[in-house]
């Protein structure tokens, strides 16, 4: 006799846990959103102006490359700057071919004319962290050897400026973002050069509630069963929201004073964030270790809210803000 699997924890919409260890992330909430969490297949040729390419490196990380017509069809010789991208969830769930991603990333590689490389990031439970943290950094590393060409990928060794290479994340992508650059201080990235780190709505946070977090609004990109039992499932076991990945300026945190040579941060936060508060706290613990970090806030948006594809076309706020947001990475990636 078959016994029947059961549920021993979900997180609404998003992420069942069963008691045999397996996890379905099949999306259970309003029908009408699903397609924003459906997989975007990739295609070598150009579609509104960009075109994509799903990779796997000889260590076995899976990446999406974007990139983007040469607007200017007679000079082929342009280098474009890098973005590496390291996508949200919680830790727990998305994937670098969601349509949401698709969707945002490609619009910043046409906007900023830069390269987008996105990785698929191992996924708690099953892979607690630091294991995204460690792909993030791999990542990295897989771009420093094709551009010392021990490794070849041609979309970037044609076209990518190793030079101006660029970490960005959302959400949970944002904590990989600073744990990366901190961890890139450690390493030679010749002839690679970091030259930039842009952190969007970083899910920094701590054990204890913040004023923010009791008293902002929800959205359905985050709420707080998501910040606490996504962090529950994602974090070392035993481990409280204090830790150092999910608290980088708390005590168990290594001094952000001594973290050795950080890039530049273009450092996003949104107005009505739940964790604004937290998110704060960081930057302010950045300028007081005088590190090199540029605020830049969304007015009267939530958490990543340049996501939801459909409040951006339908909100006039939201279609604005995102447009901001848009312009002020371009012009981050610009002046470095």
Known sequence: MVQEKKVIDEVSGWLRLFDDGSVDRTWTGPPQVKFMSEAVRPHHHFIDGVATADITTADGLKLRIYLPENQEKNDDSEKLPILLHFHGGGFCISEADWYMYYTVYTRLARAARAMVVSVYLRRAPEYRLPAACDDGLAALLWLRSVAGKQSHEPWLSDHGDFGRVFLIGDSSGGNIVHQVAARAGHEDLIPLKLAGAIPIHPGFC???????????????????????????????????????????????????????????????????????????????????????????????????????????????????????????????????
Do not use: W
Not at 230 to 252: E, N, Q, W, Y
Not at 275 to 283: L, P
């Open 206 to 336: 701590r054990s204890r509630r913040s004023k923010s977090e009791m008293e902002q609004p929800e959205t359905p990109f985050l709420t707080l069963e998501m910040v606490d039992k996504f962090l529950s499932l994602a974090l070392p076991v035993g481990a409280t929201k204090d830790h150092p990945i999910t608290c980088p300026m708390g005590k168990h945190a290594p001094p952000l004073e001594e973290l050795k040579n950080l890039p530049p941060y273009m450092y996003c936060v949104a107005e009505q964030d739940l964790i604004k508060d937290t998110e704060m706290e960081f930057y302010e613990a950045m300028k007081k270790a005088k590190k090199e970090v540029e605020l830049f806030v969304s007015n009267g948006v939530g958490h990543s809210f340049y996501l939801n594809k459909i409040v951006v076309e339908m909100d006039p706020t939201t279609g604005d803000e995102t447009e901001k947001l848009f312009h002020g990475i371009t012009e981050f990636i610009n002046k470095h």
